[in-house]
């Protein structure tokens, strides 16, 4: 059982590049979320979803687009990256709500570098 | 808008030692609140899960508290060992589907 695996590792990017951060889970979870950790800050969250074809933004949207066409996978696209976008990257998934008391669990995350 | 605060920072402490760290949160109407551990170079792993209607959860070693009216949870970690060094972060279960992170403690426990 993987769990939540997340792909790549570590990334360089030059302003203005773009690319998409992959996130799969094999636990059939319907809820994914994309979080942004800077250096002591918490994780903000950029995008989550419900489930397969639904997707809400979170407190930090901008500058990022999701996508969620099947249960497993949960994708996150930078279509200009700019130095801002420079942090660690966390997909995480969970069973149920937030409310319903079900807790997260993390992929290893992507260190993400704008230059 | 609901704020969460770690205090302290970071904390080093020798190995034996019974470890208290701190969460506050401004906004008393929460799910739940979790803690977790985060390894350098990984994602955060789950530790506990105290739900709104609890006092407190314990799992091995570690016994977390919450007080919703102060707006406080604490994380009690007995006998530290130096595996025990990590960050621990808490967040709370706030809005539908979301939760909101504090800063983290960095624990650093030698030997």
């Known amino acids: 059982n993987a769990g939540v695996t997340q792909t790549p590792k570590f990334r360089i990017l030059k302003i203005g590049q773009s690319m998409t951060l992959q996130c799969t889970q094999d636990?059939?979870?319907?809820?994914m979320y994309w979080y942004r950790q800077d250096p002591g800050m918490g994780l903000k969250l950029i995008y989550y979803?419900?489930?397969?074809?639904?997707?809400d933004k979170g407190e930090v949207p901008n500058g990022y687009n999701v996508s969620r066409s099947t249960t497993e996978d949960f994708p996150l696209r930078l279509e200009l990256a700019a130095p801002s976008q420079t942090s660690v990257y966390f997909c995480?998934?969970?069973?149920?709500?937030?409310?319903?008391?079900?807790?997260?669990?993390f992929g290893n995350g992507t260190r993400l570098t704008v230059t | 808008k609901q704020e969460v605060t770690q205090i302290p920072a970071a904390l080093s402490v020798p190995e034996g030692e019974n470890l208290v760290l701190n969460c506050s949160f401004t906004?008393?109407?929460?799910?739940?609140l979790q803690w977790f551990r985060q390894d350098p170079g990984k994602g955060l792993t789950s530790l506990l899960l105290?739900?709104?209607?609890?006092r407190e959860q314990t799992s091995g070693r570690l016994n977390a508290s919450l007080d919703k009216s102060s707006g406080r949870s604490t994380l009690y970690i007995a006998a530290s060992q130096p595996g025990d060094s990590a960050t621990y972060l808490c967040?709370?279960?706030?809005?539908?589907?979301?939760?909101?992170f504090g800063t983290g403690t960095r624990l650093q426990v030698f030997p």
């Open positions: 636990m059939n979870h319907n809820y």
């Open positions: 995480a998934s969970s069973p149920h709500r937030v409310q319903d008391n079900s807790p997260l669990h």
């Open positions: 906004d008393s109407a929460i799910y739940n």
């Open positions: 979803s419900v489930g397969a074809g639904i997707t």
């Open positions: 967040a709370v279960g706030r809005s539908a589907d979301k939760l909101i």
């Open positions: 105290i739900q709104s209607s609890q």
